[in-house]
C-alpha cells in the first residue's frame, strides 16, 4: 500500500550506515514513521531537518509496517530562521513537543494547519506569542482545553486576571484576589474575554513568560506526568533562552 501527502518534518533517527527513521506530522495520515535512504547524503541533510515542509510518499507492503518514505523539500525553514536563536528554539520545541505528545497515525488535520501558521510566524517579531498561542491549540488538540473566555466563578468576561490550576478557567481579578496565590497568571494576550486593566499594563516580557508558566504547568500535568512522558528537553531550552533574554521584541 501506498499513500502521498504534505508534512512537516519532526525528527530523524539513523538507522544502519545511510539511512534514518523519519518522523513528520502529514496533514492526512498524522504522525507517521518510515525509513529514508540515503539519508546522510548531503542533500537529504538539509532535506530533513525539523521544521522543514517537505512532500512524501510512503509505501510498505502491510499497513503495519515502518515503510519507507520518498521525499521532496517544499519549505526549508531550518534554513531560513538559522540565525535567530529564539525563532529556532520554538520550531525545535514544537517539533519536538509534536513527537513525543501525539498518538502514531491518527489525523490531526487542524493541528497540523496550525503548525504550518505557526512556522510561518515565528518569521516575525510576534514570533514567541504565535509559539504560546500554539501550545494552547495543543492541549486543547489533545483534549485539556483551556476556557480563557470568562471567569469560572462570575461568568463575566471581563476583567479577567487569573486561570485555575485545578480547572483550566479564567478567573476575574476581583474573584480571584482571595487565592491569587494559588493561581497562575492569565496574560492579556491570551484571554479570550477583556483583560483586566492590571494584566494590560505589564509588559509585554513579563506577559510572554506569565504564558509559558500558563501552558507549561498544564503540559507538564495532564501530558507528561499523566502519560509517563518525558518532559521535552527542547521545550526547556527555549523557556530557559526566555528567562535569559529581554523577549518582548527579539526576532
Not at 508534512?7 to 544502519?16: A, E, P, Q
Not at 513537543?97 to 517579531?125: F, N, Q, W
Not at 468576561?157 to 478557567?169: D, H, I
Not at 494576550?189 to 501552558?215: I, N, V, Y
Request: glycine share 10%; charged share 25%; with cysteine.
Amino acid at each position: 500500500m501506498d499513500w502521498r501527502d504534505d508534512g512537516i518534518v519532526l525528527s530523524t533517527r539513523k538507522l544502519g550506515e545511510n539511512s534514518v527513521r523519519l518522523s513528520v506530522l502529514t496533514r492526512d495520515y498524522g504522525r507517521h514513521a518510515g525509513l529514508v535512504r540515503g539519508a546522510t547524503s548531503k542533500s537529504m541533510r538539509g532535506t530533513l531537518e525539523p521544521g522543514n515542509e517537505i512532500r512524501v510518499g510512503w509505501s510498505a507492503r502491510l499497513a503495519e509496517h515502518l515503510g519507507q518514505f520518498r521525499c521532496e523539500l517544499t519549505g526549508a525553514h531550518a534554513a531560513d530562521l538559522l540565525l535567530h536563536a529564539g525563532p529556532l528554539m520554538a520550531m525545535s520545541s514544537a517539533c519536538a513537543m509534536l513527537d513525543a505528545t501525539l498518538p502514531e497515525r491518527e489525523a490531526h488535520p487542524d493541528l497540523y494547519r496550525g503548525t504550518v501558521a505557526l512556522i510561518s510566524a515565528l518569521k516575525s517579531e510576534q514570533w514567541l506569542p504565535a509559539y504560546i498561542r500554539w501550545e494552547v491549540g495543543l492541549l486543547e488538540e489533545l483534549g485539556y482545553g483551556l476556557a480563557l473566555d470568562r471567569c469560572a466563578a462570575t461568568n463575566e468576561t471581563e476583567n479577567l486576571a487569573f486561570v485555575s490550576p485545578k480547572s483550566g478557567r479564567a478567573v476575574g481579578e476581583a474573584s480571584g484576589q482571595a487565592y491569587r496565590d494559588r493561581m497562575l497568571p492569565l496574560p492579556a494576550f491570551l484571554a479570550s474575554g477583556r483583560a483586566s486593566q492590571s494584566r494590560k499594563e505589564m509588559s509585554l516580557s513579563e506577559q510572554l513568560r506569565d504564558g509559558l508558566k500558563l501552558t507549561g504547568f498544564f503540559i507538564h500535568r495532564d501530558i507528561f506526568e499523566a502519560k509517563g512522558i518525558k518532559p521535552v528537553a527542547a521545550r526547556d531550552r527555549l523557556v530557559s533562552h526566555v528567562w535569559r533574554t529581554d523577549i518582548g521584541a527579539e526576532k
